[in-house]
C-alpha cells in the first residue's frame, strides 16, 4: 500500500503564487508515475499535471500549461506542483494521485488509471 499526503494548499490572490507537495509513503517504489488532479464544487475532477517517475516526463493540462509546473525529489518520495501566476477559476481542491507499476498503465488524463489518491488541499485564488 502506498500513502499520499498534500500539503501546500491555501488562501492566495490573483496572480500569486503556491507550491503543493505530495508525499508518498509506504510501498512508493511500486509507484510508476503521479498526478495532480483537482475538482471545483459543482465540477467533474480534471487533470492538472502528471510526471513519470523513471525519466520525469511531464504532461500539462491547457489550461494551467505555462503557469505550473511538476517537479519530484531525486529520491522518489516527494512531488511537487509549482503554481504561479494563480486565476480565480484555479480554485479547486487539488488531489494528488499515484499509478501503480504493472497496473495503472496509460493515459496519465484518466483519473481511472490511478490506484493511489490523496485526500486532497484546498487553493483558493481571489479576485
Known amino acids: 500500500q502506498v500513502q499520499l499526503v498534500e500539503s501546500g494548499g491555501g488562501l492566495v490572490q490573483a496572480g500569486g503564487s503556491l507550491r503543493l507537495s505530495c508525499a508518498a509513503s509506504?510501498?512508493?517504489?511500486?509507484?510508476?508515475?503521479t498526478g495532480w488532479f483537482r475538482q471545483a464544487p459543482g465540477k467533474e475532477r480534471e487533470f492538472v499535471a502528471g510526471i513519470t517517475w523513471s525519466g520525469g516526463t511531464t504532461y500539462y493540462s491547457d489550461s494551467v500549461k505555462g503557469r505550473f509546473t511538476i517537479s519530484r525529489d531525486s529520491a522518489k518520495t516527494t512531488v511537487y506542483l509549482q503554481m504561479n501566476s494563480l486565476k480565480p477559476e484555479d480554485t479547486a481542491v487539488y488531489y494528488c494521485?499515484?499509478?501503480?507499476?504493472?497496473?495503472?498503465?496509460?493515459?496519465?488524463?484518466?483519473?481511472?488509471?490511478?490506484?493511489?489518491w490523496g485526500q486532497g488541499t484546498q487553493v483558493t485564488v481571489s479576485s
Open positions: 494521485a499515484a499509478k501503480r507499476t504493472f497496473v495503472d498503465s496509460g493515459n496519465y488524463l484518466d483519473p481511472l488509471r490511478y490506484g493511489y
Open positions: 509506504g510501498r512508493s517504489f511500486s509507484i510508476s508515475g
